[in-house]
């Protein structure tokens, strides 16, 4: 048991580091991963209408592998953070070169999470009403 709960720590927080070092690079490390062009941003689907598939995409992981980690506890403050970060790691495009603050990518950042509190929060309602 001990076993899972370090990989499950582990998952959340190597997949935190590299979310953030994906976030600041001044460029797309993914785009040169995949097409070898820093410019060139890799899309998993169509953005939706007023939101970056992407960063929900992105967000929402984190925001499961966080909920693993902490949902016995610190689960106010595990979204906490990630709300925080979500919209920090966003507006600190208007400073890094080759970014840009766009609020279709701080929308998504903000549902992937709020998408998985909401339904964390269903979850933990039914849960309770069916253990009475």
């Known amino acids: 048991m001990k076993k899972i709960n370090l990989l499950t720590y582990l998952s959340f927080h190597v997949s ?12 797309s490390i993914l785009g040169w991963l995949f097409y070898r062009d820093f410019q060139k941003q890799p899309q998993l689907t169509s953005d ?11 967000f929402m992981i984190l925001s499961v592998l966080g909920i693993f980690c902490y949902h016995k506890n610190k689960i106010k403050n595990l979204f906490i953070y990630l709300f ?11 400073i890094i070169p080759h970014r840009s603050f766009e609020y279709q990518d701080l929308i998504g950042n903000f549902f992937g999470v709020f998408f998985i509190f909401i339904s ?13």
């Open 120 to 132: 964390f929060k269903i979850y933990s309602l039914l849960k309770n009403k069916n253990d009475l």
């Open 84 to 94: 925080s970060i979500s919209i920090f790691l966003e507006l600190l495009h208007t």
């Open 16 to 27: 935190n580091i590299i979310l953030i070092s994906i976030y600041l690079y001044p460029g």
């Open 48 to 58: 939706f209408v007023v939101l970056s598939s992407n960063h929900v995409y992105a």
